[in-house]
Nanobody
């Protein structure tokens, strides 16, 4: 059974940091990503990583601030978020698919976690 479980969300002031985790089970994913959705907005791709971490992909809005990584031994995906801004406030989701054909396109992902809330105050 495929299962993705996020953790690590919370409330932080602007300029602060958070690290999200996503524990994966049930399948070996070659492409995993982080997405976010703010109220009234469409879900957007934040970052993605391909097999063994050989390639990483970032939305322009988070480049230089966020880092995606994975620990294959623990089957865990991470998103280190630094220099957080109020506009980063959203529900963050972990997702997985077989191949990173369009890494930041949420419609391509088959499996999703339940989400973890990130709130950044000014």
């Amino acid at each position: 059974q495929v299962k993705l479980v996020e953790s690590g969300g919370g409330s932080v002031q602007a300029g602060g940091s958070l690290r999200l985790s996503c524990a994966a089970s049930g399948y070996t994913y070659n492409c995993m990503g982080w997405f976010r959705q703010a109220p009234g907005k469409e879900r957007e791709g934040v970052a993605a990583i391909s097999t063994g971490g050989s390639s990483t992909y970032y939305a322009d809005s988070v480049k230089g601030r966020f880092t995606i990584s994975q620990d294959n031994a623990k089957n865990t995906l991470y998103l280190q978020m630094n220099t957080l801004k109020p506009e980063d406030t959203a529900m963050y989701y972990c997702a997985a698919q077989s191949w990173c054909r369009r890494p930041l396109e949420h419609n391509d992902y088959n499996y999703w976690g339940q989400g973890t809330q990130v709130t950044v105050s000014s």
